[in-house]
């Protein structure tokens, strides 16, 4: 079983920086994703930011690219989510999660592709 924890939430002010990490306690496989997603109180979960982790590719909603960076450090087997000029709007619990493999993800910012999740981290941007 796959355990994710993540830190790194928080309150900042409108324009401010967030760095989110999570902690796996393994890989699933050599080649899976991880991801990061969102959930606003009355709304659905969103994915925010995927990378592969066995390669360079990164996926990002359209309302953070440019500003959140997802990256990975397979040693550590970290994924962290650096969150530059965040907005109100920016405003939910944030979760980590990874999929058992590549196989059958044709989006990676879907959460139905996603076997594992970690507990979340309340990420709060006042304006």
């Known amino acids: 079983q796959v355990q994710l924890v993540e830190s790194g939430g928080g309150s900042v002010q409108a324009g401010g920086s967030l760095r989110l990490s999570c902690a796996s306690s393994a890989y699933t496989s050599s080649r899976n994703f991880m991801g990061w997603f969102r959930q606003a109180p009355g709304k659905e979960r969103e994915g925010v930011a995927a990378i592969y982790t066995a390669g360079e590719s990164t996926y990002y909603a359209t309302s953070v690219k440019g500003r959140f960076t997802i990256s990975q450090d397979n040693a550590k087997k970290t994924v962290s989510l650096q969150m530059n000029s965040l907005k109100p709007e920016d405003t939910a619990m944030y979760y980590c999660?990874?999929?058992?493999?590549?196989?059958?993800?044709?989006?990676?910012?879907?959460?139905?592709?996603?076997?594992?999740w970690g507990q979340g981290t309340q990420v709060t941007v006042s304006s």
């Open positions: 999660a990874a999929t058992r493999t590549t196989f059958g993800v044709l989006d990676p910012l879907y959460a139905g592709a996603y076997n594992f």
